[in-house]
């Protein structure tokens, strides 16, 4: 092409080679500039790139960003971090095709709870078979002042910052050995009837028991006492005469939960044993059915005199 003009401008007169000559200058000047500029504006180009971005709890959006650095495209989005806010990338990363930009948005409240501050047991005396809670427990009150994360809306961390004691917590005491209103113990309860070896028809406290009349010629299992029945019990002599008795767990043909008063002793009726009265030991006359349980649960209810004439 430059040959074929050089063709022209050498076959022209003169004047034509002037305006021929000025044309060409013209036209590679033109040629320079545009090219210069192009050369500029490639120098210049930033590509964009396809992202998604999670901010906290909201929907996963998809953008066309400028490839920068994490930072200056949150920026150009006009998405604002907080100082504990963080992100899965460093800010100084630059944003590659089909990354992802996670921020997680971190908010710190405090809460006041109040908890429970639980009560210690505290154990006295040594015996075995017996138990008495002298004193409940109660539980303590503590008011505690909590700084508490959240990350996206859920618990991250909990952390007191204060702790104030609104009630003490009140000790349980429990004594382990004799015998006193509310003790407790699980032990062997068995029945007996007034015919039984070695009986006598009568009890260690001089209650009737007999195998065809029952207590006191009443027709029953009953012993009155002060206006109200109890069942006729032999118990160890740590038990005083007259001590009534909350009897369950037990496998008799009588109501869930019975009471019993102690009137009777017996050469095998030591420590956690008791023995109910039934009547007759033969196949008639028994006031009911039943017999020997071995983890009977028995409650002191009142705490008898002890003398033998309690019930005269």
Same mark, same amino acid.
């Given at each position: 092409?430059?040959? *074929?003009?050089?063709?022209?401008?050498?076959?022209?007169?003169? /004047?034509?080679?002037?305006?021929?000559?000025?044309?060409?200058? %013209?036209?590679?000047? &033109?040629?320079?500039?545009?090219?210069?500029?192009?050369?500029?504006?490639?120098?210049?180009?930033?590509?964009?790139?396809?992202?998604?971005?999670?901010? !906290?709890?909201?929907?996963?959006?998809?953008?066309?960003?400028?490839?920068?650095?994490?930072?200056?495209?949150? @920026?150009?989005?006009?998405?604002?971090?907080?100082?504990?806010?963080?992100?899965?990338?460093?800010? !100084?990363?630059?944003?590659?095709?089909?990354?992802?930009?996670?921020?997680?948005?971190?908010? @710190?409240? @405090?809460?006041?709870?109040?908890?429970?501050?639980?009560?210690?047991?505290?154990?006295?005396?040594?015996?075995? =078979?017996?138990?008495?809670?002298?004193? *409940?427990?109660?539980?303590?009150?503590?008011?505690? &002042?909590?700084?508490?994360?959240?990350?996206?809306?859920?618990?991250?961390? /909990? *952390?007191?910052?204060?702790?104030?004691?609104?009630?003490?917590?009140?000790?349980?005491?429990?004594? %382990?050995?004799?015998? $006193?209103?509310?003790? &407790?113990?699980?032990?062997?309860?068995?029945?007996?009837?007034?015919?039984?070896?070695?009986?006598?028809? /009568?009890?260690?406290?001089?209650?009737?028991? $007999?195998?065809?009349? !029952?207590?006191?010629?009443?027709?029953?299992?009953?012993?009155?006492?002060?206006?109200?029945?109890?069942?006729?019990?032999?118990?160890?002599?740590?038990?005083?005469?007259?001590?009534?008795?909350?009897?369950?767990?037990?496998?008799?043909?009588? $109501?869930?939960?019975? %009471?019993?008063?102690?009137?009777?002793?017996? !050469?095998?009726?030591?420590?956690?044993?008791?023995?109910?009265?039934?009547?007759?030991?033969?196949? $008639?006359?028994?006031?009911?059915?039943?017999?020997?349980? %071995?983890?009977?649960?028995?409650?002191?209810?009142?705490?008898?005199?002890?003398?033998?004439?309690? =019930?005269?």
């Amino acid at each position: 092409m430059l040959q *074929k003009a050089k063709e022209v401008i050498v076959s022209a007169n003169s /004047r034509t080679k002037g305006i021929l000559a000025v044309a060409c200058v %013209y036209f590679i000047i &033109t040629l320079a500039t545009m090219s210069a500029g192009a050369v500029n504006q490639i120098k210049n180009f930033i590509p964009t790139v396809d992202i998604q971005l999670k901010d !906290g709890v909201q929907d996963t959006k998809d953008y066309l960003v400028k490839q920068d650095t994490v930072e200056n495209v949150l @920026t150009e989005l006009s998405i604002n971090l907080g100082k504990n806010d963080s992100l899965n990338k460093e800010k !100084g990363y630059v944003v590659q095709q089909k990354d992802i930009i996670e921020i997680t948005r971190v908010e @710190t409240k @405090t809460i006041f709870v109040e908890e429970d501050i639980p009560y210690s047991t505290v154990k006295k005396g040594s015996g075995s =078979w017996t138990k008495t809670v002298e004193q *409940k427990g109660q539980n303590g009150k503590v008011k505690k &002042t909590y700084l508490v994360s959240y990350a996206n809306g859920k618990e991250a961390n /909990r *952390k007191v910052i204060k702790e104030e004691i609104i009630k003490e917590p009140v000790d349980q005491v429990i004594r %382990y050995g004799g015998v $006193s209103k509310g003790t &407790t113990f699980v032990g062997r309860l068995t029945t007996y009837g007034g015919d039984c070896y070695g009986c006598s028809g /009568r009890a260690s406290s001089g209650v009737k028991l $007999s195998p065809t009349t !029952g207590v006191n010629n009443t027709n029953s299992p009953y012993l009155t006492y002060k206006g109200k029945k109890y069942y006729c019990l032999a118990a160890d002599r740590s038990i005083p005469f007259g001590t009534i008795i909350k009897i369950s767990n037990h496998n008799l043909s009588t $109501s869930d939960t019975i %009471y019993g008063i102690v009137v009777d002793r017996g !050469g095998a009726i030591k420590g956690n044993k008791i023995d109910i009265f039934q009547g007759s030991e033969g196949s $008639s006359n028994k006031y009911f059915g039943g017999g020997t349980s %071995y983890n009977t649960r028995f409650e002191i209810v009142s705490l008898g005199s002890g003398k033998a004439s309690f =019930w005269r």
